[in-house]
């Protein structure tokens, strides 16, 4: 190769662009801090939830994470063992209430499966469940969770 054939390479510059994103957990439906420091982990089942209701939709492409409501009132799944949200004329194990999801959890779009922080014994606030839940309609159990409701 000739001095005159040879093509001058530039150095390249990289400038790695940094997004931070900081979520805080409203838990206006949390009472009291008893049972807050024995959650639990679970699974929760995805396709049992609704946007809008029981989590909110990611509408921003630079943070595509939906996030899991804080409060959300749960079952537990006879047949595959996950959790769901709890709902008193399901057949399918949910109607048994399990606890109240702790700490907002974020999941991808299309995650099948979410795993969440569950509170199974405390106090609540039933008027700031998110989606609302009728006390009347959570059987008290001696093996279920121990929520009391004010």
Known sequence: MTASSRTAITP???QPITNTVTLTASRSWLASLHGTDQTETVTLDASKLVAGTHYIASADPAQPYSRLLSGLPLGRITA???YGPFDPAAADGRQNFAGLVFD???FAPGQPKIPCALLWHGVAR?????G???TTKVTPSSTGALIRFV
């Open 80 to 82: 595959s063992g996950l």
């Open 12 to 14: 390249l510059t990289v």
């Open 104 to 106: 907002e959890a974020l």
């Open 126 to 130: 039933a008027a700031k469940i998110p």
């Open 132 to 134: 609302g839940i009728d």
